[in-house]
């Protein structure tokens, strides 16, 4: 499976971005499988952001990013979403999607996300 994440962009502090994912690979059915968004800041491990189950019905979030963040998706385009607001300087990283428990083995060039004045 390949993964191909998009909307990363330099905001300032409070703003709102919305991160996609898009998937591809015959073998890979995605609407069965959870799906993940990690981040990787500079000179920091990476860090799991949030999650979502198959259907959709169950999400999980890292404190840092609760209630400012959502995760969603639309297994008809097997893409998900990362929807952000109320943007930090410190959430600025790399962000990335995978399955959910994520494969370590497999990742996509990621998308930068900037906040900064």
């Known amino acids: 499976v390949q993964f191909v994440e998009s909307g990363g962009d330099l905001v300032q502090p409070g703003g709102s971005l919305r991160l996609s994912c898009t998937t591809s690979g015959l073998a890979f059915a995605f609407s069965y499988y959870g799906m993940s968004w990690y981040r990787q800041a500079p000179g920091k491990e990476r860090e799991l952001v949030a999650a979502?189950?198959?259907?959709?019905?169950?999400?999980i979030y890292a404190d840092s990013v609760k209630g400012r963040f959502t995760i969603s998706r639309d297994n008809a385009k097997k893409t998900v979403y990362l929807q952000m607001a109320g943007l930090k300087p410190e959430d600025t990283a790399v962000y990335f999607c995978n399955e959910h428990p994520a494969n370590f083995r497999n990742w996509g060039q990621g998308t930068q996300v900037t906040v900064s004045s």
């Open positions: 979502i189950r198959s259907t959709g019905a169950t999400t």
